[in-house]
């Protein structure tokens, strides 16, 4: 579902499952459909401009080239549709509990021998694939419960995950090539409120406990929300005014939360292990 590095000691996910969801995200559920469709057709458009060098261009994910990068996205889309579809079936899968989140992506894009126009056409089905299921859920659909890397959550849970992994994985093709992808704010906060949960979530996931919180208060695009951690990690609108605040341009956050830039702020001791999931899952 997301990779950052093709070498590393393995690690499997240690997904979740049952019926409390470990990442609660206020809001409206449905509200991440929009800029989840957008960003793909975003991608498919770049995906389709690029040229046979730009293909075989290094990305940012160790090891991987674009081509690499549009493989996996392809692949992960059928796997959202296919959580989505059964979460909204009442039967939520369990296909990620001995996932490595590393060496098995690492491993379909080694054998994929698709050629360009094939990875072009493989993403630009599953995206409408799965466009079209997005669209298709009612209000009740979207709090079902779904598989996504940590376990289970709502429908809108993994819409968000699907979001946050193209966009990061848009950006690691397009900065390399000296492109800056469109920044839509509806899709930075919805990635950032994500990937802020996310980390903490696959912290509580692997076992780890204990009662903690943060404030993130970002620019450009502007949010501020509150995570708070105990059995499950819940994201609220607006700020608590206590304790750490995590602050910075929107997008230079999602990135460093996303193990693609240093973070600039020194993380308090005592949260270290909040802000450690996602690299401990990646081997990072």
């Known amino acids: 579902m997301h990779s950052a590095s093709c070498e590393h000691d393995r690690v499997?996910?240690?997904?979740?499952?049952?019926?409390?969801?470990?990442?609660?995200?206020?809001g409206d559920p449905a509200a991440v459909a929009e800029p989840a469709i957008r960003q793909r057709r975003r991608f498919l458009t770049m995906i389709e401009q690029l040229t046979d060098d730009e293909w075989l261009h290094p990305s940012r994910c160790d090891g991987w080239s674009a081509r690499d990068v549009a493989v996996h996205l392809a692949s992960t889309n059928a796997f959202w549709e296919l959580s989505i579809r059964s979460g909204v079936d009442g039967v939520p899968t369990e296909m990620l509990a001995a996932f490595d989140p590393v060496a098995t992506p690492a491993g379909m894009v080694e054998a994929?021998?698709?050629?360009?126009?094939?990875?072009v056409e493989s993403f630009s089905a599953s995206s409408k694939s799965l466009a079209d299921?997005?669209?298709?859920?009612?209000?009740?659909?979207?709090?079902?419960?779904a598989e996504a890397p940590p376990g289970h959550v709502s429908v809108s849970a993994v819409a968000h995950h699907a979001l946050w992994d193209s966009w990061i994985h848009e950006r690691d093709i397009a900065l390399p090539l000296g492109r800056e992808p469109d920044v839509e704010p509806d899709e930075v906060i919805a990635s950032l409120r994500y990937v802020a949960a996310l980390t903490p979530a696959l912290s509580l996931a692997s076992g780890a406990s204990g009662a903690a919180g943060f404030d993130v208060v970002a620019s450009g695009p502007d949010a501020e929300f509150h995570a708070a951690i105990s059995d499950d990690v819940v994201v609220t609108t607006g700020t608590s005014g206590s304790g750490f605040e995590l602050a910075g341009h929107a997008v230079d956050l999602v990135e460093a939360l996303s193990f693609r830039r240093p973070l600039e702020q020194t993380i308090p001791r005592e949260l270290e292990w909040v802000f450690g999931g996602l690299g401990a899952a990646f081997d990072r």
């Open 12 to 26: 499997l996910l240690t997904p979740r499952y049952g019926p409390t969801p470990i990442i609660v995200l206020d």
């Open 112 to 119: 994929s021998t698709l050629t360009t126009d094939e990875i």
């Open 133 to 145: 299921l997005l669209l298709e859920l009612d209000a009740a659909d979207w709090t079902a419960q």
